[in-house]
């Protein structure tokens, strides 16, 4: 009874020191990547999972259960060999989800504000008093926004079925992350002058629809930062080993 139980206290021991070796590999190489925490979550469990196919195949063959999860690891190759690859589909990822959000929010807070204008209460007057150069601005804050969106849908496009063609979707990544840093400030300033060429509008404040308007447009606004920063951070620097 005594051996049996030492048996079973060695095997659990020595199951639980095998296991150790896959996942301190998993867990120094999610600490190594960088990225959409989904997507990344899917390529760790996936690498684990392989990891450990292995390991039990190579069990299956004579190999104690150590010695099977160190081979596995080998065979698999070391975390600065493989999380580069890692990191190249992440930053897509992160490329991706950029442009998914810019393709579908600038144009629709494009319309939406146009359907504002157009709705809301104003006293011509008030367009008589606003300055000739209100009309130009006012266009031009609507075509940035519908380029942006098109730019968007290239990406997508580009991040989607181009990888085929594209050598360094990292940098299509990057490119579109900076573009929205520097695009923003510009909208804000255009959507500003505006604001002070209507005179506030007159009521407007008070007008619910504009409001929700409002609020809606800077959500999209801090989402498209955010992701922007990910992007960026993401394809900073190549991923170096934990």
Known sequence: MGASALKGDHTAGENMASTGVI???????????????????????????S????????????????EAERVAVEEFGSISEIAPGYQEELSISAGRRLAALLFLSMPLTTLMWSVIWRIFPTDVADYAARPGWFVPVARGL??????????????????????????????????????????????????????????????????????GVGLVSYTFMLLQLYCAARCMSVTRRRPVTA
């Open 23 to 49: 996942d301190d590999y998993v867990t120094r190489l999610s600490r190594t990547l960088k990225g959409p925490r989904g997507p990344k979550l899917d390529m760790v469990t996936e690498a684990r999972d």
């Open 51 to 66: 990891l450990l196919d292995t390991a039990e195949a190579l069990e299956g063959d004579g190999l104690d259960r150590a």
């Open 142 to 211: 609507d075509i940035l926004q519908m380029l942006t969106g098109v730019l968007g849908a290239l990406a997508l496009v580009a991040l989607g079925r181009g990888l085929r063609r594209i050598r360094r979707p990292r940098l299509v990544t990057r490119s579109l992350a900076v573009f929205v840093w520097l695009m923003l400030p510009v909208t804000l300033a255009l959507g500003a002058a505006l604001t002070h060429g209507s005179h506030g509008p007159t009521g407007f404040s008070d007008y619910p629809p504009g409001i």
